[in-house]
């Protein structure tokens, strides 16, 4: 089952049954970024929140750990051959945990990159990084989703959200300590990074919305080193034009590497 299946069964909202989910109330496994959960343990836990005995197909179907992790290949396969309807993205507002998303970060760079970390749960993230990446950087993960209502069709969302910092307070990214400011966000359903030009944003508004569009998910899906140009309006001072940057988490390095030189290239016309 899916989680918009349960969420239906349950007559409560999908983000409710992610939070559940995660958290461990139910009985869910996850398909690389994507929770699913058997049919016959959803009915036997939904029983048993009922005040009822599991029914006997319930009872005698609980898989051994060697059959749910060849479940979860086999639907990896699946998944990976044939991509949820035909390509185009669903509705995602799966929240990872920040350690998660960092963990993920790590991973996608390897170990030949990252020379030192602070702690996996910190944010902001200071990592120093192997030539040719900058060397010391504080990075600002956020997760890039697309929760239902309120944005377009397949665009993604960051929320910044600066620690420290409340509602109806404006915020600006630590620039102390001589190190590169990123300003990323990840699409776990997708497995991209999506890189902005954090120097271009500046006393924002809390939980200030940042967006990507569709376009440059799919096609960083695809393999692609994808760019999207955006028009800021602020409310003083010029427009400017933003390149963004989006890639899967294998091509991270390079991207990061591009987003430097964009970066420099502005600083240069400015």
Do not use: C
Request: aromatic share 6%; proline share 5%; hydrophobic share 40%.
């Amino acid at each position: 089952m899916t989680i918009r299946e349960v969420a239906d069964a349950l007559k409560v909202a999908e983000k409710t049954v992610y939070a559940m989910a995660s958290e461990g109330e139910i009985p869910a496994f996850r398909v690389r970024s994507q929770w699913r959960i058997r049919r016959v343990d959803f009915e036997a836990w939904l029983a048993k929140q009922l005040g009822h005995e599991p029914t006997g197909a319930a009872q005698t179907s609980q898989s051994s750990p060697a059959d749910e992790r060849r479940e979860v290949a086999e639907k990896n396969d699946s998944q990976s051959a044939i991509p949820e309807s035909g390509g185009h993205i669903d509705d995602s507002w799966e929240r990872l945990p920040q350690e998660e998303l960092q963990h993920r970060l790590v991973s996608a760079l390897g170990a030949s990159v990252v020379k030192v970390h602070s702690q996996m749960d910190a944010k902001p993230f200071e990592i120093d990084l192997a030539p040719p990446l900058p060397h010391r950087v504080r990075i600002y993960l956020y997760n890039a989703t697309r929760p239902p209502g309120g944005r377009p069709l397949g665009e993604h969302k960051i929320q910044l959200i600066v620690p420290g910092k409340g509602r109806g307070e404006r915020a600006s990214f630590n620039n102390d300590g001589g190190r590169i400011v990123l300003l990323m966000g990840y699409a776990a359903d997708e497995d991209v990074f999506i890189l902005w030009d954090a120097g271009l944003y500046s006393e924002f508004a809390w939980s200030r919305n940042v967006q990507v569009k569709a376009e440059t998910i799919i096609e960083a899906s695809a393999g692609k080193l994808a760019t999207q140009e955006r028009q800021l309006r602020p409310a003083t001072g010029k427009a400017t034009v933003e390149t963004v940057l989006a890639v899967k988490s294998r091509r991270l390095a390079e991207a990061i590497i591009r987003r430097m030189e964009l970066t420099r290239e502005r600083l240069l016309k400015d």
